[in-house]
């Protein structure tokens, strides 16, 4: 028999303004750890040296993550020009040089050819898997990967600054799946003149802002508190991006055991995706039609 998980059934989410030197594993461990929840997951890995917003996922919000993860996202990042890293960050060794520095038109010019659906190659320092390892721990034994391109939308890049010669401060937002280390090395590569990124902040993800997130230190402090759950945000906020439907009473009896329920809808279409909500409450993530709520998620709340 598999053992139960011990902890809370509390749900909703804790948006937290991560702090570098941490990976985004320990961040949800520690916030489970914090507020005594059985389960909790996150909206998008963060690597260890990046700061910026981390969504937190507790109990029934972890069934939305998908949509958290689907949405857009801002970065603000710093590139170092001259140098190429083997991790494509400021912590891997550098594996070459050049001496070449590009004007700001030059650099603003780049940037037209990163902006929409392109096509990048993840880091060889990445999580992807190859051949069921992850990429980072074959880099880690020297290997040199073949590691595929993968489609990313990116919908603005932006130059913000250029305090020196040799660094540019770049804006980005962009769909699921982008990796700004990659973003900074194939930049210095059309540039000419090499690039790695020297510090990576994600500004908000989707509904979730790094500027009204709770500190890493202050999880700490107000861990097993009831002031640190006054920082939890609604389940629902995970599904900003999907249009709101109201279930009738039956509607939602019937949601709550996986059928189609009746739903009051304004204005979509046949197979939209939707959630519906009775009295103010999540019941269910689904397809609308017709009239009916088909869900694909139920909320027990």
């Known amino acids: 028999m598999a053992r139960r998980r011990k902890g809370r059934d509390i749900s909703g989410w ?41 969504a937190v996922a507790l109990g029934e919000a972890t069934k939305t993550v998908p949509f958290v993860t689907d949405a857009l996202k801002a970065y603000d990042f ?15 060794e550098v594996i070459a040089t050049s001496d070449l520095r590009p004007s700001d038109d030059e650099i603003k010019e780049a940037l037209h050819a990163f ?56 804006e980005m937002v962009c769909g699921k799946g982008g990796y700004v280390r990659s973003i900074a090395r194939d930049l210095g590569r059309a540039l000419g003149c090499l690039g790695h990124v020297h510090h990576l902040r994600r500004t908000w993800s989707g509904p979730f802002e790094a500027a009204k997130g709770i500190s890493f230190a202050q999880i700490e ?13 609604p389940l629902q906020l995970g599904l900003a991006d999907l249009p709101e439907v109201r279930a009738t009473a039956e509607g939602a009896a019937r949601l709550r055991h996986g059928n189609p329920g009746m739903v009051i809808a304004q204005g979509l279409d046949y197979g939209e995706d939707c959630w519906a909500s009775f009295e103010g409450q999540p019941v269910a993530v689904g397809s609308y039609r017709g009239g009916e709520l088909h869900p694909s998620r139920v909320f027990n709340l």
């Open 78 to 92: 710093t590139v170092t020009l001259g140098a190429a890293t083997n991790t494509d960050d400021a912590e891997g």
């Open 14 to 54: 804790l948006v937290v303004d991560k702090p570098a030197g941490l990976t985004s594993n320990a961040v949800v461990n520690k916030v489970r750890w914090a507020l005594d929840a059985k389960k909790a997951g996150h909206a998008g890995t963060l690597d260890p040296e990046a700061t910026g917003t981390l």
């Open 115 to 170: 902006v929409g659906d392109i096509s990048q190659v993840p880091p060889q320092f990445s999580a992807v898997k190859i051949d069921g390892e992850r990429a980072y721990k074959r880099a880690r034994d020297g290997e040199e990967m073949e590691i595929a391109a993968r489609p990313l939308f990116v919908e603005s890049l932006l130059l913000l600054d250029r305090p020196d010669a040799d660094h540019i401060r770049l």
């Open 221 to 233: 402090e107000m861990a097993r508190t009831p002031e640190l759950e006054q920082f939890l945000l």
